[in-house]
């Protein structure tokens, strides 16, 4: 072998270890990748039913349903994007930013038909903030349009969107 095809050969060797270890650390990754969806986009293309995801949107006013079972807190409300709403199901105390009408995002998986099983909760901080996901939601929904000033209240997007939940649970 010459100098040359031995060089050729550790290079080549070199370079297949490379994208080996790429490769595993990409797997590794996208296992623990959360994407970000609104309400429209999870009706559309639901997503795989053991796959967690952030919902975000504005909770619907007057959505907001609380019960117990046992000690826990059964906490069940909507969230829409202006263009569909979802139902939205989550165990534990909510935030104390809480509130309807405000913008929040809601960790956890969703299966079609039923509510989206939230596992966390957020709301936001104060009356300006918007999560730049949710803004982008309203933006591309054309709900919203920031040079026009502040985002739409809950109360408007309930009755832009399409509210029949149950109907669309069950396509």
């Known amino acids: 072998m010459t100098r040359k095809s ?7 060797s070199c370079l297949a270890c490379f994208a080996v270890a790429s490769g595993l650390v990409l797997n590794a990754f996208s296992s623990s990748i959360v994407f970000f969806m609104a309400p429209s986009q999870i009706l559309r293309e639901p997503p795989a039913v053991d796959r967690v995801i952030r919902l975000g949107g504005m909770v619907v006013a007057g959505s907001l349903k609380r019960s117990l079972e046992g000690q826990t807190p059964i906490n069940q409300f909507d969230i829409t994007d202006g263009q569909a709403a979802i139902a939205v199901r989550y165990e534990g105390i909510l935030p104390d930013l809480f509130r309807e009408g405000q913008s929040v995002v809601a960790l956890g998986t969703y299966l079609k ?3 989206f099983s939230a596992s966390e909760v957020l709301a936001k901080h104060d009356e300006t903030y918007m999560p730049k996901e949710v803004a982008d939601a309203l933006r591309k929904s054309g709900k919203w349009d920031p040079r026009f000033g502040k985002p739409p209240s809950a109360e408007s997007l309930d009755s832009m969107a399409r509210h029949d939940t149950d109907a669309q649970a069950h396509r």
């Open 6 to 12: 031995r060089r050729l050969w550790l290079v080549l």
């Open 113 to 115: 038909g039923s509510p």
